[in-house]
Structures are given as structure tokens and as C-alpha cells.
């Protein structure tokens, strides 16, 4: 008889521990950052937000964007960009619609750089002043490629590549992430 009461006191703890013990260990992962949490994103989060709603005109339509800002010398990573910019905006095929591909153009911009684009049907360009490029982006560089929602929040910043091999692979990841918006968003 003892046997039994003994056998029975171990498998009530034994069940109680299986089904305690899971809880009390996911608390404290959580707690003590065991774990790194996982983001699909490729691109650098911005947090907050940058809110470029003062950059466009009231008429702009609600569009996903993908924008850079046009440097006063257009180097090679520059012109990476540009370029990279093009082939996103080719690649996204049928939701090529929903996105556009805007490049900021300042007072002092490459007039060279300015005047390759004009050509170009995938690429809108928006002239604007410094002070109001400097009020969007505060802390943040203007030096990358970035994503904007439809509401004119810029979420996401991926930096440019001087090399021509390292940018077309990072377009990849550009273009990953557009991809998952688009599919996840109805707007724009």
C-alpha cells in the first residue's frame, strides 16, 4: 500500500513538473532576452518612423515608395543605387502599380546624375530643399535606400554598395521585403 501512495505522490509531481516547467522557463527567456527575436525584415527597422509627408505635394497618390536622396557628387555607390532602384521597380513585374521609385533631388545634386535619369520611365524625381530633406530625416543619413509606406512613413533603410556585385545582391533583400509588403498590405 505504501508502494502505491509512493508511486502515485511521484507521478502527481512528475505531471505537475511536465506541465509547470515549460512556463516557468519561456518566462524567463523572455525576461532575460535568452533568445534573439526573430525579424523577417532585411533592411535596417527605422524607429520611429520618418514621417515625409511634407516632401510630397497633396496630390500624391497612396504608393508604396522606394527612395533615395541624390547626393551632391554621384559616386559609384550612387549610381549603384540608381540602378538598383530601375531593376527593383522592373522586377516587382504586375505590382509594379502599387510602388514608386522616387529619387529626392536637392538644390546641389549631380546635374550629371539629374540629367541621366530624366530618361528613365521607372524612376520619378522630386525636387525638393535641404531644409525639408533635414526635417524628414533628423538623425538618420540620407545616404541609403529607402522604404516608404502609403501613409509617407519611412520604415526601412538599406545602405548603398560600391561595388556593383555587392548592390545587385542587396537588391535582392530590397526587393524580399517589397514583395512581403505588397502581399501583406491592400493599400496602394
Same mark, same amino acid.
Given at each position: 500500500?505504501?508502494?502505491?501512495?509512493?508511486s502515485?505522490?511521484?507521478?502527481?509531481?512528475?505531471f505537475?513538473?511536465?506541465?509547470?516547467?515549460?512556463?516557468?522557463?519561456?518566462?524567463?527567456?523572455?525576461?532575460?532576452?535568452?533568445?534573439?527575436?526573430?525579424?523577417?525584415?532585411?533592411?535596417?527597422?527605422l524607429q520611429?518612423?520618418?514621417?515625409?509627408?511634407?516632401?510630397l505635394?497633396?496630390d500624391?497618390?497612396?504608393?508604396?515608395?522606394?527612395?533615395?536622396?541624390?547626393?551632391? #557628387?554621384?559616386?559609384?555607390s550612387?549610381?549603384?543605387?540608381?540602378?538598383?532602384?530601375?531593376?527593383?521597380?522592373?522586377?516587382?513585374g504586375?505590382?509594379?502599380?502599387?510602388v514608386?521609385?522616387?529619387?529626392?533631388v536637392?538644390p546641389?545634386?549631380?546635374?550629371?546624375?539629374?540629367?541621366?535619369?530624366a530618361?528613365?520611365?521607372?524612376?520619378?524625381?522630386l525636387?525638393?530643399? #535641404?531644409?525639408?530633406?533635414?526635417?524628414v530625416?533628423?538623425?538618420?543619413?540620407t545616404?541609403?535606400i529607402?522604404?516608404?509606406?502609403?501613409?509617407?512613413?519611412?520604415?526601412?533603410?538599406?545602405?548603398?554598395q560600391?561595388? #556593383?556585385q555587392?548592390?545587385?545582391?542587396?537588391?535582392?533583400d530590397?526587393?524580399?521585403?517589397?514583395?512581403?509588403?505588397?502581399?501583406?498590405?491592400?493599400i496602394?
Open positions: 500500500m505504501t508502494t502505491t501512495k509512493k502515485n505522490k511521484g507521478l502527481i509531481l512528475i505537475i513538473a511536465v506541465f509547470t516547467l515549460p512556463v516557468i522557463l519561456a518566462k524567463f527567456a523572455l525576461e532575460y532576452n535568452w533568445f534573439t527575436q526573430a525579424a523577417t525584415n532585411n533592411g535596417e527597422l520611429p518612423a520618418l514621417d515625409m509627408t511634407n516632401l505635394a497633396e500624391h497618390t497612396k504608393k508604396w515608395r522606394m527612395l533615395y536622396v541624390l547626393p551632391a #557628387q554621384c559616386d559609384a550612387c549610381e549603384n543605387a540608381i540602378y538598383s532602384l530601375t531593376q527593383l521597380h522592373s522586377a516587382l504586375k505590382e509594379q502599380d502599387r514608386e521609385a522616387l529619387v529626392i536637392l546641389d545634386s549631380d546635374a550629371t546624375a539629374i540629367t541621366a535619369m530618361s528613365n520611365k521607372h524612376l520619378s524625381v525636387a525638393s530643399d #535641404q531644409q525639408s530633406v533635414n526635417q530625416f533628423k538623425q538618420v543619413t545616404n541609403g529607402f522604404i516608404a509606406d502609403t501613409l509617407n512613413n519611412i520604415i526601412l533603410r538599406y545602405p548603398t560600391h561595388d #556593383q555587392q548592390a545587385v545582391l542587396h537588391s535582392r530590397i526587393l524580399s521585403d517589397m514583395r512581403k509588403v505588397l502581399k501583406l498590405s491592400r496602394g
